[in-house]
């Protein structure tokens, strides 16, 4: 063979390397980025604390004798069950900035006994810059002024919101509202049925205190979120909790277990790649979610804005929440169209093993996922994480095949972070008295548990305090340390709504511990599957060089 032929034969041979190399890289490379999940398994049997009662207090005395603090959030199991339960109570959906809200709707069928053979109509119905919107009301957390109530105990109330969506008027859409929610703002929807004798709420309510929408419904929404260092997010509540207290006393709760019922839709989380967002569900049955690893990207483009539907369909058991293309935002949807909907590919998320009460269609298309938690990458709010896996670990740990208790385990290690202290950064200076007991009161714990370590002014002239929240016994209580930090980081004007200053910023001291998690063994095989098959085509590529050289 001639050099030049010998020289050609090699340049062919590197050109095939070279492809096969670029085919090894991008088979290695999972996107994140999905454009639709699907919840199945919803429903479940369960309780839930449901307030029932919330005494105002007294504000001369503080709220702090034993009878205000017993009466101020009266709680009383209530047991539910069903498909899509606690998701077939009435719910709200909540809107932090900053985001434009372009249109909303919402659809529920005509027979809520027979979804499939019922044209669902449109039932409520917003958009931005227009006439009064059609059976939906924009409410806000900040009552006690123009509308809603506030009392020393349970604090402010809902309110009605005023049309930039920045503080309240005396009634329900008494001004145009836009489209801009500023950051750091929220706002919920409501129906425009009021809570009365003649329409009762489940559970307490106070206040302005509205109806939201029950049992089988889909929402749609048109919107976009603005570029910044922000983070916003859509999120669903069963009803219950805004109207009793959405940061305060309420059926919800804080951190893993979800109570009533929480799902985040699209939720931008402080502190991570503010170009992703997250959902997570929450109930008595636990939580999950897609994990970091799997994201909706931020709809950041203002000329763009997307749609977002979310399906919650109490005859599959199901909740799709997808973003669509060409919604044509029609006054009814026929039962084939949401059929498609509830059958599409997606996600899906198993919140649980199959329940008795499913009717999931056997025709129904899927791409099933188990979602994990990366610590290197995990939501600052740790709280959230603990109920859905006991590992943080996404190497040694899978939320979804831990769910089943009647699984086999073994036993694996892992790292979890523990939260030490606090350090909050105030606009001005703090009484370390009264910051200790609005963090008991918030909290529902004795003052002699909250141990104020250090509180100075620093170096460019904010006001720094430190703090560390104890047991009973005197122990370090990591879990109200995050339950805490997750309730500032959704809620940034928490503390100052409760009298103190402005909060400029927080941060935690933690230390890594190491612990034991249970595993599924499904779980460890899909782990060592996918590590094999990752190495699949590095294996081709060593074989194709052995046989062209």
């Not at 005859?315 to 909907?341: C, F, K, L, M, R």
């Not at 769910?403 to 939260?419: F, G, H, M, N």
């Not at 030490?420 to 105030?426: A, D, E, P, T, Y």
């Amino acid at each position: 063979m001639s050099s030049s032929q010998s020289s050609s034969k090699s340049m062919r041979n590197g050109m095939i390397l070279f492809l096969f190399s670029i085919v090894f890289c991008f088979s290695l490379v999972e996107s994140g980025a999905v454009n639709s999940i699907r919840y199945s398994n919803v429903g479940g049997s369960g309780t839930y604390p449901q307030i029932t009662r919330m005494d105002p207090g007294d504000f001369a005395g503080g709220c702090d004798t034993a009878t205000e603090k017993a009466n101020a959030c009266v709680k009383q199991d209530k047991t539910v069950s069903g498909p899509l339960s606690p998701f077939d109570d009435e719910v709200t959906v909540v809107f932090r900035g900053p985001m434009n809200i372009r249109k909303i709707a919402v659809y529920q069928p005509s027979n809520q006994d027979s979804t499939r053979d019922s044209t669902w109509n449109q039932v409520s119905s917003f958009t931005a810059n227009s006439a009064n919107p059609n059976n939906l009301v924009f409410m806000n957390n900040m009552g006690g002024g123009k509308s809603g109530t506030w009392s020393i105990c349970g604090g402010a109330s809902q309110s009605y919101s005023s049309g930039n969506f920045q503080s309240t008027v005396a009634t329900a859409n008494a001004e145009t509202f836009g489209s801009y929610i500023p950051a750091g703002k929220e706002v919920n929807i409501m129906t425009s049925t009021a809570c009365s004798n003649n329409a009762p709420c489940s559970g307490f309510s106070r206040g302005t205190a509205n109806h939201g929408w029950s049992k089988s419904k889909m929402f749609v929404f048109q919107y976009d979120m603005p570029t910044t260092s922000d983070a916003p997010a859509i999120w669903v509540l069963n009803a219950q909790i805004v109207r009793a207290a959405q940061y305060g006393c309420n059926c919800r709760g804080m951190g893993g277990n979800g109570g009533c019922g929480e799902l985040d839709l699209n939720e931008i989380i402080p502190g991570q790649d503010l170009t992703h967002g997250i959902s997570e569900i929450y109930s008595f049955k636990g939580a999950d979610g897609t994990g970091d690893n799997n994201w909706f990207a931020r709809p950041t483009d203002t000329n763009n804005p997307v749609t977002m539907i979310a399906l919650f369909d109490v005859e599959t058991d199901t909740i799709t929440v997808q973003h669509v293309t060409g919604y044509t935002w029609p006054s009814s949807h026929t039962a084939a169209q949401i059929d498609a909907y509830s059958k599409s590919t997606a996600m899906n998320i198993p919140f649980g093993p199959a329940n008795s009460w499913t009717k999931a269609s056997s025709s129904a298309k899927s791409t099933t996922k188990v979602s994990s938690k990366d610590s290197s990458t995990s939501k600052t709010s740790v709280s959230k994480l603990t109920t859905k896996t006991s590992s943080k670990d996404s190497a040694t740990a899978k939320t979804s095949e831990n769910r089943d208790s009647t699984k086999e385990t073994i036993v694996a290690s892992s790292t979890q972070k523990e939260v030490i202290s606090l350090s909050l950064k105030f606009s001005s200076e703090v009484n370390s008295t009264v910051f200790t007991k609005i963090i008991a009161d918030y909290l529902n714990i004795p003052p002699s548990q909250v141990v104020i370590t250090s509180n100075q002014k620093d170096s460019i002239g904010s006001y720094e305090l430190k703090f560390q929240l104890m047991d009973g016994n005197g122990q370090l209580n990591s879990t109200l340390a995050e339950q805490l930090k997750e309730a500032i980081d959704e809620n940034p004007n928490l503390l100052s709504s409760k009298g103190l200053p402005p909060l400029i910023q927080i941060e935690i001291e933690s230390s890594t511990i190491r612990l034991e998690t249970t595993q599924s063994p499904n779980a460890i095989k899909s782990s060592s599957s996918n590590r094999l098959k990752s190495f699949i085509p590095l294996m081709i590529l060593f074989a194709l060089q052995l046989v062209l050289y």
